[in-house]
C-alpha cells in the first residue's frame, strides 16, 4: 500500500521560512517523479513546484518561483520543500503527490498517488 505522509506544516510569521517534508513508503521511490501541490479554503488545488525521478530538474510554480525550492533524498525515499517569505496568502493544506512519469508539468491528473497534506497558517 503506498502512502505519502507530509510532516513540517504550522503556524509561521509572515516573512518566515519553513521546510515541508513528504516520506513515501510502499513504492519505488526512485522511479517515481514528486510534486508539491497547495489548496486554500474554497479555491482549487494548485501546483507549486515538481521534481523529476532522478532529482535532476525541477519545475515551479510562476506564481512562487524564487521562493521555494524542491529537493528529493532517495535514501530516506523523501522529498522536500522549503518556502522563504511566507505571505498570508501560503496559507493552505500542502499536499505531496507521485507520479509514474518521469517528470510532470504540473498537471494534477499526471500524479498517481497524495498524501493527506499537512496545514501551513501563515499570520500577519
Known amino acids: 500500500q503506498v502512502q505519502l505522509v507530509e510532516s513540517g506544516g504550522g503556524l509561521v510569521q509572515a516573512g518566515d521560512s519553513l521546510r515541508l517534508s513528504c516520506r513515501a513508503s510502499?513504492?519505488?521511490?526512485?522511479?517515481?517523479?514528486m510534486g508539491w501541490f497547495r489548496q486554500a479554503p474554497g479555491m482549487e488545488r494548485e501546483f507549486v513546484a515538481s521534481?523529476?525521478?532522478?532529482?535532476?530538474?525541477?519545475y515551479y510554480a510562476k506564481s512562487m518561483a524564487g521562493r521555494v525550492t524542491i529537493s528529493r533524498d532517495d535514501a530516506k525515499n523523501s522529498v522536500y520543500l522549503q518556502i522563504s517569505s511566507l505571505k498570508p496568502g501560503d496559507t493552505a493544506d500542502y499536499y505531496c503527490?507521485?507520479?509514474?512519469?518521469?517528470?510532470?508539468?504540473?498537471?494534477?491528473?499526471?500524479?498517481?498517488?497524495w498524501g493527506q497534506g499537512t496545514q501551513v497558517t501563515v499570520s500577519s
Open positions: 503527490a507521485a507520479s509514474s512519469k518521469t517528470m510532470t508539468a504540473g498537471g494534477v491528473h499526471e500524479y498517481d498517488y
Open positions: 510502499g513504492l519505488t521511490f526512485g522511479s517515481y517523479a
Open positions: 521534481i523529476s525521478w532522478t532529482g535532476g530538474s525541477t
